[in-house]
């Protein structure tokens, strides 16, 4: 287990605070967050890189708030790699074996494994300089987890690389977190690498943390409108809850009252996924509580599928595939009814 | 506009290259004289003793100059711009009112001149007082020199290294240093050159052991002009030879 307690953290504008994260061993845990949030300092920290104001990190049951940085068995990959370019390939792999005094045996055996694990045995003998992005990033994986660290920091590992390498990059993280069961914490601007990856995530903003989760509730239900903004969900509304006599409970927004299944009142926060809403010409029969006729007020083209805007009002943004698109024959200021369930929409402060 | 450039430009490097063109023709003209200069004991240990008072000079500011170096490219704090604007005075002051200054703390009477003086080194008219007078003027070259290199390797190479299990002391002899290394070895040449070069500081400190340049002045202010240029012209020639060798090989690691 890797604990994080009340950790606070001076980052010279602002200050990250209060930061509590309790890590299972062999976790694929995912800090999310802004460009500037925070992210790539807190894991400095977490690795003795970075002094804390205060609070606390544990590792294993043991205290290592205060131990130097190469006493604490984390290692640390950076989004550029960071190879050292004065060394080879294979001295860059070994840097980390020979700190540790590592007999010669080892590490040539522990060279080979980890080259074998990553398809890096072909580089072993190239200079950094020599090399392409995603063969650069498994170099500086190879480099973190030969001397078998207990916990793995990866710090936007995707942001540099090209679409294609991106993805087997993602891959490779994936299947070495499989394979060696070893606890990542990965931190990224990058909602969706979160979701791929992540058992957990934990959502950093605004200098603290905002919302730990599996990658479903935080998908699913956001609980703050910075979480939702930042799970991509286009519908967010400030309204008012309140009980019907009915027994149903609605959230009214601009007029219109949406049916929901939480059961508060005063004012909240709501958001709807896009894809959670339909979009029909005729009204649709369904257990759907929701269903509202509205007009089209924009519509944005995002190749195979569009994001239409919908004013009931308010304005609901739907996803929906070119197909269905084509075959509807949407077009702006045509008129439309929109459907989703009450469990749609979720409720935060 | 490149022509007007290239006429500016070649007018300085003319002013440069003429009086030393000239100095070293005029020399080879007189092939005899300059060989019986090369033969002259006097002279080739006043060159002798110039090159390794440089030489001592460049590793005491080496040893010394490359910690201060790296604490200023690595760390932020107050009063470094001032630190490091004080660092450059020796660079702007005369240099015999800098060989004055130094007189008045390692001259005999004053306190790190005697400090010295209870374990034996004293530095008026002594090998120590050239190679301090050296140290003095030239060392700003080193330290700005390797700062530069510092500042140039990524923190985060460092920070790698410490997560590696590397101590401090060995990310930096281990990464820091050998991504340096090359603007240190320039900073040294620089230093070591500057170190040949200087006059007015020494002749404070040190009248004798008579370095190259002092001993030029002496026989110019004795002897006259005849007499002075062809140690001139063979000061010139070892720099020069000596300066080539060392940018040869600085410019060869650059390149690996």
Redesign the interface.
């Known amino acids: 287990m890797i604990e994080v307690k009340n950790l606070c953290v001076d980052l010279g504008e602002f200050v990250l605070s209060d930061i509590t994260l309790n890590i299972d061993v062999g976790e694929y845990f995912i800090i999310l967050g802004p460009t500037g949030a925070g992210k790539t300092v807190l894991l400095e920290s977490i690795a003795g890189l970075y002094p804390v104001r205060s609070g606390e990190i544990w590792l294993r049951g043991k205290e290592v708030t205060g131990v130097e940085s190469e006493k604490r068995r984390i290692s640390i990959v950076y989004q550029d790699h960071v190879l050292f370019p004065h060394l080879s390939v294979k001295d860059n792999i070994l840097f980390g074996l020979k700190m540790h005094n590592a007999s010669a045996d080892e590490q040539k055996s522990r060279l080979d494994w980890v080259a074998e694990l990553l398809g890096i045995s072909e580089l072993l003998h190239r200079r950094p300089d020599t090399l392409s992005g995603g063969e650069k990033q498994k170099v500086a994986l190879a480099r973190a987890i030969v001397t078998q660290p207990e916990l793995l920091l990866v710090d936007e590992p995707l942001s540099a690389l090209d679409l294609e390498t991106r993805e087997s990059v993602q891959q490779e993280l994936r299947q070495l977190h499989k394979a060696l069961g070893i606890t990542i914490l990965h931190v990224t601007h990058d909602f969706e690498e979160a979701i791929s990856l992540g058992n957990r995530i934990a959502v950093i903003g605004e200098g603290r943390l905002m919302q730990v989760g599996t990658p479903e509730e935080i998908f699913r239900h956001p609980n703050s409108e910075f979480v939702a903004r930042f799970a991509m969900t286009r519908n967010i509304f400030l309204g008012e809850a309140e009980r019907k006599s009915s027994g149903d409970t609605v959230f009214k927004v601009d007029g219109t009252e949406f049916i929901i299944a939480a059961d508060v009142d005063g004012t909240h926060h709501a958001s709807i996924r896009p894809e959670d809403i339909l979009i029909s010409t005729e009204p649709v029969r369904s257990s759907a509580r929701n269903c509202f006729p509205g007009t089209i007020t924009h519509i944005a083209d995002k190749g195979s599928t569009l994001y239409v805007t919908v004013s009931i009002p308010p304005e609901l943004s739907c996803l929906i595939t070119r197909h269905s698109f084509e075959e509807m024959e949407l077009h702006e200021g045509k008129e439309v009814y929109l459907t989703f369930k009450a469990s749609s929409i979720n409720l935060f402060d | 506009m490149t022509l007007t450039f290239l006429l500016l430009g070649l007018l300085i490097f003319l002013f440069i290259i003429i009086p030393l063109a000239k100095m070293i023709f005029a020399s080879a003209s007189e092939a005899e004289i300059l060989w019986k200069t090369i033969l002259d004991p006097k002279v080739t240990s006043a060159i002798g003793l110039t090159l390794f008072a440089a030489l001592i000079a460049t590793l005491v500011g080496f040893l010394l100059g490359v910690p201060l170096a790296y604490l200023l490219a690595r760390h932020d704090f107050p009063g470094k711009r001032f630190i490091e604007g004080l660092i450059d005075v020796p660079i702007v002051v005369p240099h015999t009112a800098a060989g004055i200054a130094l007189l008045f703390v390692f001259g005999r009477q004053f306190f790190l001149g005697k400090a010295f003086g209870t374990v034996g080194i004293t530095f008026v008219d002594s090998m120590a007082g050239i190679v301090i007078a050296m140290l003095f003027v030239s060392i700003p070259f080193l330290i700005d020199s390797a700062k530069e290199g510092f500042k140039k390797v990524?923190v985060?190479?460092e920070?790698?290294?410490?997560?590696?299990?590397?101590?401090p002391w060995?990310a930096f002899f281990?990464?820091s240093f050998?991504?340096a290394w090359r603007s240190i070895l320039a900073g040294n040449i620089m230093m070591w050159a500057r170190g040949i070069s200087e006059f007015g500081a020494v002749i404070i400190l040190a009248y004798h052991p008579m370095i190259a340049p002092v001993l030029v002045y002496e026989r110019f202010e004795t002897y006259g002009l005849d007499y002075a240029r062809p140690i001139a012209v063979l000061l010139i020639l070892v720099s020069v030879l000596v300066f080539i060798v060392l940018r040869t090989i600085a410019y060869r690691g650059d390149k690996s």
């Open positions: 990524d985060r190479l920070k790698v290294a410490r997560t590696l299990g590397a101590s060995q281990r990464v050998p991504l």
